[in-house]
């Protein structure tokens, strides 16, 4: 991840997901089902040919001159005839130098004028015989998701036989999601926030920035501080002074944005809730977990802030956020459990004293903070 990024322009997020429904047609269905596909394919097939003899790629175009033949050849209905041109001309635009041709069981687009689901155990479909009415399972899951499914759907034969409906799903923001596993997150200094999957947001880049821009405030102060003595007014430098600390905390709050949105983002794409150190304990042991070039640090580079972006991101994405104790999270090691202030040879890296594992501290802090979250919920 990069921290040049100067802007953060979006950071709410709409979750895309395709529920897959597997249908339960009767034979009698299931024949009117496959014989809507095929010759769903076989028009296709047909009309492709034309676009790529012909040269056309334009919907409108294709659809004034073969629509109606598509109607009375093939027999599909109106609609279904809209998506077979659709069909096939996308096809041939992504690619004009090769006719396109489809499978005679390729999946057929459905769209909410072809299908429609009665309740939470059928679906209507349209076939070349009129619609049928088809049974449908899902598992929990889907279920949950259900209600928030819309808009384009594919009907699909499988090679084994089965049947499903995939469906294109929007989950607005917002909506909880169930815990089934944290991402450990450890906030530190030197990196600013590790994930138990070993992620690491890196305080390098932002720290040498932070240094110049504070060697310039001091040059600032002093040039100011002279004027002073000499009876001067320093009204210009304290202006730039003023301006120099805003572009400063301008750039920390925009790292944590970048930052925060990265791991709830993470969150959401993996389907877990997030695991922190409580606050207290962050307050209690930040004089005993960093040595004190690291305190000054932490006072001009606030990772409370970060903390907070990353609780009302993930607030607002529905995503739950875990406090843990943050007791021997630094010590203990992840992979035996062995606790030993001597694990922790380094600010950096972790080597137990047990097991000989050996790990970045952060990470195995991640990992400890993961675990503590996993046995709250348990
Ligand atoms: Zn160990």
Redesign the pocket.
Known sequence: MSLDNTRYPDYSFNMKLTLQIQLLPDTGTAQKLKATIEWFNEAANWLAQKAFERKLSNKFALQKLYYSKLRNLFGLSAQMAIRCIAQAVEAYKRDKSVQPSFRPTAAVPYDQRLYSFKGIDRVSLLTLEGRVLVPMIMGDYQREQFGYAKGQADLVLRKDGKWFLLVCVDIPDGTPIPVTDFIGVDLGTANLAVTDDGETFSGNTVENIRQKMSNLRKSLQQKASKLARQGKRPKNVRRKLSLRSGKESRFRRNTNHIISKRIVEKAKDTGKAIALENLDGIRKNQKKRFRKPQRAKLSGWSFFQLRTFIEYKAKRAGIHVEPVDPKYTSQA?A????CEKSNRQTQASFL?K????KDHADRNAARNIRAKALCQQA
């Open positions: 090691c992979e035996c459990g062995h137990c047990v097991c000989g594992h």
